[in-house]
């Protein structure tokens, strides 16, 4: 089969073993290597990754424990167009996913697979999603030529023993194969079969390309088994919600890359709110299910964190830069002299001199940024200091609230909470953010991304939203919907908002509407806080007038946004589920 073989395979599972063969034959590297997730063998993997150039490890004495990743200047971000749902038919992927036939497709990343690692090592990386013996916890295998993605593998998910154990004989794993190629953006896909369970992903060496379990089967696939099994895969953070008394409140929310979502989910509380706590469960993705006693559960399939790196700070997230103080991945930051990171947005004044993310030499003169605006840390869920210990509950937490928030600089109030679950879905459908620097494109331009899914969402998202409006058949108890916005701005530019832990007095409210303690008051969106039941006590400068501007609903601003909702449901009209059509005309009658 192959030259050599090392690392047992601690497996007798025929479909598996059948596999891998399958593909060292087919990929011919000279030597496989499967993963038992040690401690023993992250340490050789990583000396192994120092001695070949992938990793450099930082000053010991400033960042213990963590290395530092420079990936292709071609290679910094998830490519969508790129990207492919090879579903049976193109009408089942909808208008929103690139498609191609799935033996089409086969024969053409088969080709490119071919003999592709020799002279390289095939990592088999048996990883778990979600705590083990939990009922929504789903196994996974990559096979990959890349040191870096086997490493950070380790990091984001519950890899080696712990997923052959959890799989035991059955073959319903999911089946990724990544090959690096030449790291050509020709060659560049990353395509899904959702019938086969399977993902291949080649030509790109990049986290939100190539980790797998994250993207691709979390979401991707996740979404299609979780409609077929009548569950749901989301593009949520989940964090619990400590009050002074000790009772918790699950929360989950979904926000688009780059729009908060690991600072909310490691939210520090103002000392105005004492005894208020936030613990996270997760900070990117949520798998969520009906429970007997008719709640929404959810649990958080991965076991680390994928995070952008700048503007990550003492002020916007403390527990973060603790977090990867130490054990860290770092990709595309910027290195100092002293083989220390730095990034925009980083406490304390930029070096004076240092290498860019491009390995250039770069000073605060330079005209470009030191790092690059996607570059990110892969560190452990074990070093986050707010990790709730229900991280690990097999039966996952009960949500009681679901938050929708993008990035918008007008229109978008703070807060409102929707009427009811199917306005509440209208809400998630029609939400709009500026595009972040996390997938390529415009930044800036406002795009539509139905409950953060767009890019992620493995089906139709005409019956996405379909299954969203569902599953409130089977939810007794379902969690109530708002929608947040941190990011508008004054006449000036200036935020209105001060956000980052300040953002605790909005979720205070929202966990106070749950449980029927705040006011609110009817507007043309939905319920909204009135002046005196969000306590802004303490809160500098921000007086009755400004309260009244980032809350303000201008009907003409919202005729226009109906109108770009339009552009949405015009894409998706073949399969647009009616009742967003009559949340549409309600909104606009309420105008």
Known sequence: MTKSTSGKSGTANKAVLSWVDQIAKLCKPDRVYWCNGSKAERKALIAEAVASGVLLKLNPKKRPGCYYHRSNPNDVARVEQSTFMCSESQEEAGPTNNWMAPKEMYERLYGYAAGSMRGRTLYVVPYLMGPPGSPMAKVGFELTDSIYVALSMGAMTRMGDVALEELGNREDFNRGLHCMLDIHPERRYISHFPKDNAVISVGSNYGGNVLL???????????????????????????????????????????????????????????????????TIGDDIAWMKPGPDGRLYAINPEAGYFGVVPGTNSQSNPAAVEMISHDTIFTNVALTPDLDVWWEGKDGSPPRECLDWKGNKWTPDSREKAAHPNSRFTAPMANNPLLAPEANDPQGVPISAIIFGGRRSDTMPLVFQAFNWGHGVYVGATMGSEMTAAAVGGAGQVRRDPMAMLPFCGYHMGDYLRHWINMHKAIKHPPRIFHVNWFRKDQQGAFLWPGFGENMRVLKWIVDRCHARADAEESALGWVPKPDSLDLAGLSNFTPARFEQVQAIHAEEWRREIMMHEELFIKLHTRLPKELIFQRELLLARL
């Open 213 to 279: 379990g994250k993207k691709c089967l979390a979401l991707r696939i996740g979404s299609c088994l979780g409609r077929q099994e009548g569950w749901m895969a989301e593009h949520m953070l989940i964090l619990g919600v400590e009050s002074p008394t000790g009772e918790k409140t699950y929360v989950a929310a979904a926000f688009p890359s780059a729009c908060g979502k690991t600072n909310f989910a490691m939210m520090m509380p103002p000392a105005r709110l004492k005894g208020w706590r936030v613990w």
